[in-house]
């Protein structure tokens, strides 16, 4: 198979990388200027990798070249490559996804296999292995017996198909969730120094606001070894201006200040529920609105035929609570052969 | 001396382009703007020289000051009196006894707030403060205007709200710059400055609110950068 091997950073989208994105289905995080916003502000160089059969595209393949030395305060240097490392496999910008498409008929181990040739053609013999994020069992079966395959965290999603209207979704859950959830719409409603804003393709949002505001869980969730690397404004501004996404901010009409933020990335069945950060609660956040903000996904998502709603990882005890599924993924490991 | 020139020349320029480099590796605001837009002296994205060769006015970074700080973390304040002490000492005439009547530097033993200024001045004085602050002290005392590069007369000391103070008029009577802590480079935004050894927040080409003409000389008599007109 032909292998096209992208540095989003400089290399231009490739002509055929807008009908690519509809086959493949890939979210507004794959769009060409959101992934050259977020390799500018990653760590590692960020790989895309487009395999062929004859002229028509057959996978799709986003990828850190992760390797030594590694800088843990320093940006990706343009030009510089580390010598020695493993290809990264995951999502752009987010790990819950799988980082790769791969047409109907072909099997996993077309990564493992002609994509880890390609990888290593491109990156010298210090490229040893490649890791795959967000893994089915069944797939890591079919991966051939070199393997370390490690549980990760699990996903949840909402099994959105399975319900008829928001009703039915409400009387899925347990009875004090429910009426909690009731009491959470009403207060919604009844307050009226909550604005709720929600934007598509947009290109007025206060970035700046936005991003400040994601530092109050960076600074939650930040270790002091690895520093969570601070998201771009920039990629902040390219992403909510992808027409395929919605964001909603939550704004306290007294003072204009910005309280809680989402996105959400539409998909023709399987949208995802991508950030979320709000105000702790002493400086006025309120955790209720998390509740809110899922629950409204499932309105748009019931009302827009969806089959699924992603959520990704973490929060498992509220998301369970209101109906989401569990997904077992784990990271698998293939050495690269050196010839 | 006749090699000096070319030595602070190529070393403070060489300064310069290291904290480029380091800032465009490290600190999220200059990433995102010169990888998108670039710059010039030095082009860090080959093809990619930006609108304004990469100078950014005052104006686009308030608001912005945790953006400015490295990935590994620093502060985000910035210190309005910056370098005060040192440009201070190179344009005024500033002895331990000199009692310093308003901007007075952190170390210096003697110091007045400005509504305290005697009526009869007395001993070693120096008033430093704004042209509308000094405006209000008795005639008889010297004095050091602290001006913007937008309003840079023949006399005083360069200040900024975001870089500090910048430089000043030394006794040759030219605008000295702070050298070699602060790097000016001539922009189409006008002049553009640098703090060399600010390592959080990092400035590095900010244009001074109400912008800085001039280019960048040598003093004849100093031998070190100075602002001409
Ligand atoms: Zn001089």
Not at chain 1, 5 to 25: K, N, S
Request: proline fraction near 8%; charged fraction near 20%.
């Amino acid at each position: 198979m032909r292998a096209d091997i992208f540095d989003p950073r400089t290399d231009p989208e490739p002509p055929y990388w807008r009908e690519l994105r509809v086959t493949a289905g890939l979210r507004a995080d794959w769009a060409w200027e959101v992934l050259a916003a977020q390799a500018w502000g990653a760590r590692t160089v960020q790989l895309i990798t487009v395999l062929f059969d004859g002229t028509t595209p057959k996978a799709v393949v986003n990828a850190a070249w992760l390797g030594a030395p590694l800088h843990r305060f320093s940006f990706a240097a343009a030009g510089s490559r580390p010598w020695v490392g493993a290809v990264h496999v995951r999502g752009p910008g987010s790990g819950a996804v799988p980082g790769w498409w791969l047409a109907d008929d072909l099997p996993i181990t077309v990564l493992t296999e002609a994509y880890a040739r390609a990888m290593r053609r491109e990156l010298g013999p210090g490229c040893l292995a490649l890791v795959l994020r967000q893994v089915t069992e069944e797939q890591a079966a079919q991966a051939g017996r070199l393997r370390v395959v490690r549980p990760t965290e699990r996903i949840w999603r909402f099994p959105v198909h399975a319900w008829s209207d928001p009703e039915a979704w409400l009387m899925t859950l347990s009875r004090s969730r429910r009426s909690n959830l009731r009491g959470i719409f009403r207060r919604v409603r009844e307050n009226e120094d909550l604005e709720i804003r929600i934007e598509t393709g947009t290109t007025t949002l206060d970035e700046v606001r936005v991003i400040e505001a994601m530092r109050w869980n960076d600074d939650k969730y930040g270790g002091k070894l690895i520093p969570r690397v601070r998201i771009l404004s920039g990629y902040l501004r390219a992403l909510v201006a992808q027409p395929d996404v919605h964001s909603t901010s939550y704004i306290d009409r007294q003072s204009g200040e910005l309280i809680a933020f989402g996105t959400a990335l539409d998909h023709p069945t399987v949208p995802i529920v991508r950030s979320w950060t709000q105000r702790p609660a002493e400086q006025g956040g309120a955790k209720y609105l998390y509740f809110y903000h899922l629950a409204k996904q499932v309105d748009w998502a019931i009302a827009g035929g969806k089959q699924w709603v992603e959520l990704g990882k973490g929060k498992a005890q509220e998301k369970q609570s209101l109906g989401a599924v569990p997904a077992d993924q784990a990271a698998m490991a293939v050495p690269i052969r050196p010839w | 001396m006749a090699h000096f020139g070319i030595v602070w020349t190529f070393g403070w320029r060489a300064l310069y382009r290291q904290v480029v480099r380091s800032s465009f590796a490290t600190v999220p605001f200059y990433r995102e703007l010169w990888a998108v837009d670039g710059r010039t002296e030095p082009v860090v994205v080959s093809g990619r020289t930006g609108a304004h060769g990469g100078a950014v006015p005052a104006a686009a970074v308030s608001g912005r000051l945790p953006d400015l700080v490295p990935l590994a973390g620093g502060s985000a304040e910035v210190d309005p009196l910056r370098g005060l002490e040192m440009v201070l000492h190179q344009c005024a005439r500033v002895t331990p006894d000199t009692v310093i009547i308003g901007a007075v530097p952190p170390h210096h033993p003697r110091g007045l707030a400005l509504e305290s200024t005697p009526d009869e001045p007395r001993g070693d004085l120096l008033a430093v403060g704004t042209p509308a602050q000094l405006a209000g002290v008795a005639a008889g005392i010297p004095r050091v205007p602290l001006v913007t590069p937008g309003e840079r007369g023949t006399e005083g000391l360069l200040v900024d709200d975001l870089l500090g103070v910048l430089g000043g008029v030394r006794d040759c009577g030219n605008w000295h710059l702070d050298w070699p802590r602060v790097y000016a480079r001539e922009t189409p935004l006008g002049l553009a400055f640098t703090l060399l050894l600010q390592r959080s927040p990092r400035l590095v080409d900010i244009v001074p609110a109400g912008g800085a003409e001039g280019r960048v000389d040598r003093c004849p008599q100093h031998r070190t950068p100075v602002i001409a007109a």
